[in-house]
């Protein structure tokens, strides 16, 4: 009877040890491999990036606040969060003066 209770807790440990190792199986072929990294930035884009982060820097109601600048063909976007609508603005309109600016895109945020 030991027997028996033996083999079949064998089986069951078995079975599941089957069924852990098929999940694991399963969740590799679902995983996609990670996107490839944008094309690195052309030298006209990341001069016009730096431009309008040093427009941002040099300007002081700016200071401290947490500005992104990603810039593609001339067209910059603002991304982040400042304290208000004022600073969103002058950070859009520094952001225009910049050299090589075509458009801007404000996507800066404003906590209510």
Do not use: H
């Not at 690195?40 to 700016?62: C, R």
């Amino acid at each position: 009877m030991k027997q028996i209770q033996r083999a079949l807790a064998l089986a069951v440990f078995a079975s599941f040890l089957a069924g852990c190792a098929s999940t694991a199986k399963e969740e590799k072929k679902e995983m996609k491999p990670a996107a490839a990294p944008a094309a690195a930035a052309s030298p006209a884009d990341a001069a016009t990036k730096k431009d309008v982060e040093a427009a941002i820097a040099k300007e002081d109601q700016l200071k401290g606040s947490k500005i992104a600048v990603a810039a593609k063909d001339g067209e910059v976007t603002l991304t982040g969060e400042v304290k208000n609508d004022w600073l969103k603005y002058l950070a859009e309109e520094t952001a225009k003066k910049a050299k090589s600016v075509k458009s801007v895109k404000n996507s800066i945020k404003v906590p209510d």
